[in-house]
């Protein structure tokens, strides 16, 4: 077999280890588009050599899949069909000429039907041309070295009609409006991109779309042209994303000292793509859900999501496309750097301490699950069958942790001088995490070869503390010990390096200083330790105890704490941990407890209580945080655990009991606080004259006073339906106004098919819109949801070929609606299971996404696992299932007959004495 190809293409599993260099390089790729909607020509000239750094000989092996041979030319004559070869997957020139040589290839494909929305393709509803490339969709355009570590210059040149596709658009310097007129009813331009890149960096876009322009001079004085489009009816929506965009610009370079390399940044906006948005050099494309939004239309959240996401693909310019990745296998190279750098820009643009929770909570409900499921997997794989299996949160959110760490580790400072290191020494090529751990080791000096560990090492560690207070000493021990749990992946785990950020609370609430034996004078009160060890002790020195201790603070290590902190403990920092994050995190683990112990009565048929503690802890908050403080931060303290982040600590979940759980507590806080919950709703009304602002002050308000309608509707009473049914009638904003639907829809009241009714009336030309309206339908924990769900797969709103359309309801139905999807009929999961199958033949990537809720079978009592397993069966019996679904399910199933994942604190002393709040 030739070793053209990166990884053995007849093994069922691709290995890291395997990786071989290309034998031949592309230095120009020279690419014509005759556009059509359903016969689009291609013809590449691409200049090739052989690659000194690889073996000799052998025969060049492109990739291609559903491509239409036209004809192959070499150094400008047609090739003899006895030179090459057309399989399913590849063309093969037998025997390319020792010294370099061009290539000219002719495809025809049909973009109107590429339903898998990979390669070129025209959305559904949209009458436009546009492009995803990455990880492998280049090879659907035309035959090439689909590979990140061929890196070539593009010049482009597009052929369209001029009525229908007036714009456009490729990577590199243009203006989309200056095109060369034909005579023939079309019309054509070129772009050239000055930069090397992968194909996967590839873009295109034509139609006939509104755009918005702006300018950004950066710090050197260049002028770079900004453009923003988006579908027709969506003009008027796109001012904050212009926006965030000049805020990103300016970020990169007052943080990471980056500068657009570019004349030209251009973004645009379609309604039907797989991802959330796509970082093509000088060419973004956007998910409309991801891009349009003003606070008419967009929650604040979503406002603020929007920017993020805009930051994150533009800052991709250096950490992703200046700097790409030699493999695939070395995406959190890029993508985990990334969200590391969007995180960064997100909380200094709005609240680090609510950035630093909602990061947090994003790992524990979401990335500790896959951890501890059957797809778990390092954040460097080192096996994969399909590619775009790997796009996950472990890749990102738990790649940008791993990144956060070092980053504490090397310091501010530090950091930025090895960034800037590492952009500029690998500028143009492709490389891997260890090039760039080789570059923080050195230009910080630590030895990082332990740390290197993250790397290769999957699952969530577990860490667990103990505290010993010597009074005679002033001496207090703090043991700390971690240990990661085998996962499918693998049996045998190491201890691994990692910050933990902590610190000690005094009787009277405050911090005390902190200095480790040996140090001769007081230190901050939070320091970093150093956890390599399995078991280690740090003892603190001078300290006037007894001392609560305060551990893993700001979250500065993706693991789990284990122990289970005393009662009085959690109300003690609830009210005093000068952390935001371990604040918001004692009333957590308080009321995790508390619904644990309350599902745990259901289940065995006694009634719940719930602590007098807990409901003076919470009143606490409603009386001091909630009406004077930080209206954000008093939110997220109030906010129950989700069922994600309580399905984790219980060998066996029984949803139904944790949901009525989650219920009862609620209706438990709102009778104990009636009035202090409606006067808060009252004091968070928005003034009458304000302007609307994605401020803290001002969305910590809306969120305050979202979470309160939240409460008081608890009890279903018609006092609370009149309530909801007013915001939604008053509200000026999407935040409130959906915010009100969601309560009301939950009520399940004649007032809610109104409310339902109007709002789709409302916003049914609005796409983005019409998924909230889908979403808050399929989570509603009301009726026959899954009767509803399927009425909605019916309505004129849902298409199965949009994904936004296939997330927001039958995938929010399943990760959203435990009670309901987890029916004891099993109806639920026939459902997602039917859905899968059926993406399989549409878009099987999306197809991918969808069945991952019934891989984790395991949670649940047998009688589900044994309904869950029949449609995970059902699935793999699927004629020509998609390799990636078929990944997924096989290693699911691979996995029956082995203990569950369930992990749960261990009960006893968490350190220090106990102080009474």
């Not at 644990?596 to 409901?615: N, T």
């Not at 004259?689 to 001002?698: G, I, L, M, R, S």
């Amino acid at each position: 077999m030739s070793k053209e190809f990166l990884f053995d293409p007849d093994s069922n599993a691709l290995n890291r280890l395997d990786y071989r260099p290309p034998e031949y390089l592309i230095d120009k790729t020279d690419l014509h588009f005759n556009l059509h909607e359903t016969e689009t020509r291609v013809k590449s000239k691409l200049d090739i050599r052989r690659n000194p750094d690889a073996p000799d000989g052998g025969p060049l092996i492109l990739d291609g899949e559903d491509l239409k041979l036209v004809s192959v030319k070499l150094n400008g004559k047609d090739l003899d069909r006895r030179d090459f070869e057309v399989t399913d997957k590849n063309l093969i020139i037998k025997r390319p000429p020792a010294q370099d040589f061009t290539l000219e290839i002719e495809t025809e494909i049909n973009p109107k039907e590429n339903t898998h929305l990979s390669g070129l393709y025209i959305p559904e509803s949209e009458e436009i041309f546009c492009t995803q490339c990455e990880a492998q969709g280049f090879r659907r355009i035309t035959y090439y070295l689909d590979r990140p570590d061929v890196l070539s210059k593009f010049h482009v040149t597009l052929e369209a009609d001029k009525k229908k596709y007036p714009l456009l658009m490729s990577n590199g310097n243009g203006n989309p409006t200056q095109t060369k007129d034909l005579g023939n009813g079309r019309h054509e331009i070129s772009w050239d991109d000055p930069h090397k890149k992968p194909a996967y960096l590839f873009a295109l876009v034509a139609g006939d779309m509104p755009y918005i322009e702006d300018k950004f001079v950066t710090r050197s004085g260049k002028e770079v042209e900004l453009r923003v489009f988006a579908p027709e009816g969506y003009e008027d929506k796109i001012d904050w994303a212009m926006e965030s965009i000049k805020r990103s610009m300016k970020w990169d370079e007052d943080t990471y000292d980056r500068e657009y390399d570019l004349d030209v940044f251009h973004v645009v906006a379609t309604t039907s793509f797989n991802a959330g948005a796509m970082e093509n050099k000088g060419l973004n494309i956007f998910n409309i859900s991801l891009l349009a939004g003003d606070p008419e239309t967009a929650t604040d959240d979503r406002l603020i999501a929007i920017e993020a996401v805009i930051g994150h693909e533009y800052f991709h310019n250096w950490s992703g496309d200046r700097v790409t990745l030699r493999d695939w296998f070395e995406l959190t190279l890029k993508e985990g750097l990334t969200v590391l750098r969007d995180r960064q820009f997100t909380a200094d643009m709005h609240s680090k301490p609510l950035k630093d929770i909602e990061d947090a909570t994003d790992m524990k409900t979401r990335q500790f699950i896959e951890d501890a499921g059957p797809t778990a997997h390092p954040i460097r794989p080192d096996r994969v069958a399909e590619f775009d299996n790997i796009y996950t949160g472990t890749i990102y959110e738990k790649g940008s942790h791993v990144l956060g760490m070092m980053r504490t580790l090397l310091g501010e400072k530090t950091w930025h001088k090895a960034m800037n290191e590492y952009f500029d020494r690998f500028d143009g090529q492709a490389v891997t995490c260890d090039d760039f751990v080789d570059v923080m080791q050195e230009v910080s000096g630590l030895d990082l070869g332990h740390f290197r560990k993250w790397y290769s090492q999957s699952g969530t560690p577990e860490l667990r503390y103990s505290g010993e207070y010597d009074a005679a000493s002033k001496t207090y021990r703090l043991t700390l010990e971690q240990e990661t749990k085998p996962t499918p992946d693998q049996a045998i785990k190491e201890p691994l390096y990692m910050p933990v950020s902590v610190g000690l609370i005094g009787q009277d609430g405050k911090d005390i200083p902190l200095s480790l034996k040996g140090e001769d004078k007081d230190g901050p009160t939070t320091r970093v330790l150093h956890l390599k060890e399995a078991k280690q002790v740090f003892e603190f020195t001078n300290v006037d105890g007894p001392v609560v201790p305060s551990v893993l603070r700001g979250f500065s290590a993706p693991v789990k704490v284990m122990t289970r902190a005393k009662e009085d403990e959690l109300v003690f920092r609830m009210k005093h941990d000068s952390d935001g994050y371990n604040r918001f995190e004692a009333a957590q683990e308080y009321m995790a407890q508390v619904l644990l112990k309350m599902a745990a009565d259901l289940s065995a048929g006694k009634e719940p209580s719930v602590p007098e503690k807990l409901q003076n802890a919470v009143g606490h908050i409603l009386s001091s945080e909630a009406s004077f403080g930080d209206k954000g931060f008093a939110a997220k303290m109030l906010e129950l655990p989700s069922y994600n982040l309580l399905v984790q600590h219980v060998e066996t979940v029984d949803p139904d009991a944790l949901v009525d759980a989650a219920d009862k507590l609620k209706e438990t806080l709102l009778a104990k606080h009636q009035g202090e919950w409606a006067t808060l709703y009252t004091a968070t009304i928005s003034p009458p004259d304000e302007k609307y602002e994605v401020t803290p002050a001002q969305v910590g308000r809306r969120a305050l006073r979202n979470l309160a309608l939240d409460y008081l509707a608890a009890d279903g009473s018609d006092e609370a339906v009149k309530i909801a049914k007013l915001q939604y009638d008053q509200s000026t904003n999407m935040t409130e106004r959906l915010g009100a639907l969601a309560a009301l829809t939950d009520l399940d009241k004649p007032e809610s098919k109104t409310a339902l009714d109007d709002f789709y009336s409302r916003y049914k030309n609005n796409t983005n819109i019409v998924d909230s309206w889908l979403a808050v339908q399929a989570r509603a924990d009301s009726g026959d949801a899954l009767a509803r769900v399927k009425a909605l797969t019916e309505h004129e709103a849902f298409s199965w070929k949009n994904p936004n359309k296939l997330r927001s309801l039958v995938g929010a139905f399943a990760a959203g609606n435990p009670r309901h999807f987890h029916r004891k009929d099993g109806e639920g999961y026939k459902f997602l299971a039917d859905a899968v199958i059926k993406m399989n033949g549409i878009n099987p990537r999306i197809g991918a996404g969808l069945v991952k809720p019934l891989l984790e079978f395991k949670r649940y009592d047998k009688d589900r696992q044994a309904l869950m397993l029949e449609q995970l069966e059902r699935v793999k019996s699927t004629p020509k299932l998609d390799k990636g679904i078929r990944e997924l399910v096989d290693k699911a199933l691979a996995t029956r007959g082995s203990a569950a994942k369930g992990n749960q604190p261990k009960p006893g002393a968490s350190g220090g004495n106990t102080i009474a709040a």
